[in-house]
């Protein structure tokens, strides 16, 4: 077996045949596909590594480069002018042309549409129709030992007749042919017309490159990888019975991916592209992605210096930058490379830590800085220097990157992992009810705040209100003190009228008195002014008289009684 390029242009893409053995500038960053970098922590320091050859694998023929009879490509001209060519070929070497010389007819017969191609097995031989027209039955003589086959187009990407093959593919498409001597060959952006006189050209499978069957994926990452097509052809064996094989395999690898492939003891790489291999000394190694990746693994147990097993989860971010060493070495992922020499590292340094300075340590990590005056921040620094260099030196041995490395979580196991969980819940629980009581204290000291806001905001109510009621009595006092002003005043003036009015009546009736003359009218007079005094004071009093003798006697009599009583009293 063995495959073929059809221009110069598809040199990288393909595998064996005259194919020419992949370049560098196939890949991303071909520039350091033989030269690693050192990018962690501290800075960027170039490194050279040992370069690696490439392996040519297309030492083998291409038969489709052979030249054989009765087999002619299709040029711009199309299919009708290489059936012409093959047509001369066949009737120049004394065999039956291929092209028939009936003429068309308009008006009855089979029809040709144009656009196709007219098929007649003329007694087991083919015979190709290719004008458009009508092709009567008769005379009967044109029709003996004939018989029509109906019609292809000539845009068909295949059409296989009676010993007659017929293949064009587009530029998405890949045609796997196998010739009269079971030899295969892979025919791309072209095509070719071929008449076996001994065999047949089978056309096992048209590809569509950008679309093949089957996803690779990374087991451990899942990324896609790329995607293959396995094209397999049934052979009869001695027994009768049939059986598959497979004869090609086709690659569509993304960019930024290769792959590797294997002949013997011989590794070669495959960069991006669409690819096929034909040759059966061939193998696909595997396919790989030359991006970062990253993932949290745990690691097999692991005892400290005093013997306690503990379970690391570490967190890995790397970069795969020369597959070739990787398979070199053996794996079929980084991640199985670093797998191993991180167990054996970590293994390594763990030995010499003890149980307590683990307990302490809960994540080791480029980002994890340590207090110098604990007694396990020396180690702790050492590990994380130490692990992050031996695996960066011992990824570069198989092509990859370390970028970035910390143990992020660690478990202890056995007895002391019991005890632990023991320790731990205890722990726990008093941090719970430390947590609670100070909850309740906080909830209580914020209550008693609380409260006393709110006394304070009732005090300062009560004053408000004290306040508004002070200033509502002085208020009221002085409105009624100025009432009372106001009617002492009022009573006060009306007094004064009164007064003044009454004084003016008694005036006027004074005056009117005096202008009585007649001493009847007077005695009249004096009378109703009595009548007047007995109707106020009744008719029981008794009028003392405040002038005359009567009243000097009265005096007297006044004087005696009290001038008796006082001796009475001295003796």
């Not at 497979?246 to 492939?261: D, E, G, H, T, Y």
């Not at 209100?465 to 002492?488: C, N, P």
């Not at 005056?511 to 009595?530: L, N, P, S």
Request: aromatic share 6%; with cysteine.
């Amino acid at each position: 077996m063995s495959s073929r390029i059809n221009d110069e242009e598809d040199a990288d893409t393909v595998v064996g045949g005259s194919s020419y053995p992949v370049k560098h500038k196939g890949l991303k960053k071909s520039d350091r596909i033989d030269e690693s970098y050192d990018s962690y922590s501290t800075g960027t320091h170039p490194r050279k590594l040992e370069k690696v050859s490439l392996h040519d694998f297309s030492k083998t023929a291409d038969y489709a480069l052979e030249e054989r009879p009765f087999v002619v490509p299709i040029a711009k001209d199309g299919i009708i002018a290489a059936l012409e060519r093959i047509d001369r070929q066949l009737r120049d070497s004394g065999r039956t042309g291929l092209l028939s010389n009936k003429v068309p007819v308009s008006w009855t017969g089979r029809e040709v549409s144009p656009g196709f191609l007219g098929l007649i097995n003329h007694g087991g031989l083919p015979k190709i129709l290719t004008k458009p027209g009508r092709y009567p039955g008769f005379p009967l003589r044109n029709w003996w030992a004939r018989q029509w086959c109906g019609t292809k187009g000539l845009s068909d990407t295949a059409i296989q007749f009676q010993g007659l093959t017929v293949v064009q593919v587009s530029q998405n498409q890949a045609a796997v042919i196998s010739d009269p001597q079971n030899r295969i060959f892979v025919v791309k952006n072209s095509g070719f017309v071929a008449y076996a006189i001994d065999g047949t050209y089978d056309v096992l499978a048209i590809v569509d490159q950008t679309h093949l069957s089957n996803s690779i994926k990374d087991a451990v990452t899942g990324a896609i990888l790329g995607s293959i097509a396995e094209i397999k052809m049934r052979s009869h064996i001695a027994s009768g019975k049939e059986q598959e094989y497979v004869v090609a395999l086709f690659l569509n690898i993304p960019a930024n991916n290769c792959a590797i492939l294997q002949r013997g003891d011989d590794l070669e790489l495959l960069p991006a592209g669409q690819h096929y291999i034909t040759n059966p000394n061939v193998t696909l190694r595997g396919l790989f992605t030359l991006g970062e990746n990253q993932l949290e693994m745990p690691t097999k147990d692991i005892f400290t210096r005093d013997q306690v097993p503990v379970g690391l989860r570490i967190y890995l971010k790397w970069q795969l930058m020369e597959p070739l060493k990787l398979t070199t070495h053996g794996y079929n992922t980084p991640y199985d490379a670093l797998r191993d020499k991180t167990q054996s590292i970590l293994t390594q340094i763990v030995a010499h830590l003890d149980y307590s300075t683990m307990v302490k340590q809960r994540s080791l990590g480029p980002d994890n800085l340590e207090d110098s005056t604990d007694p396990s921040s020396a180690f702790l620094d050492a590990l994380r220097t130490r692990a992050m260099d031996e695996m960066h030196e011992a990824a570069l041995e198989y092509g990859i990157i370390l970028k970035d490395l910390a143990v992020i979580d660690r478990q202890f196991k056995g007895e002391i992992a019991s005890t632990m969980d023991k320790l731990t819940t205890r722990a726990l629980q008093a941090q719970v009810e430390a947590a609670n009581v100070d909850r309740e204290n906080s909830n209580k000291v914020k209550q008693e705040e609380g409260a006393l806001a709110v006394a304070r905001i009732k005090a300062q109510s009560r004053n408000a209100q004290a306040d508004s009621e002070a200033y509502s009595v002085i208020a009221a006092a002085k409105a009624q003190a100025e009432r009372t002003k106001i009617e002492a005043l009022a009573e006060a003036e009306a007094i004064r009228l009164t007064a003044e009015a009454d004084a003016q009546a008694v005036s006027i009736r004074a005056a009117a008195d005096a202008k009585v003359t007649d001493q009847f009218a007077r005695g009249m007079e004096m009378r109703r002014v009595e009548v007047t005094r007995v109707q106020a004071f009744g008719n029981k009093t008794v009028f003392v008289p405040t002038d005359g003798t009567g009243v000097q006697m009265g005096n007297a009599m006044a004087v005696g009684m009290a001038a008796g009583m006082a001796n009475g009293h001295e003796a």
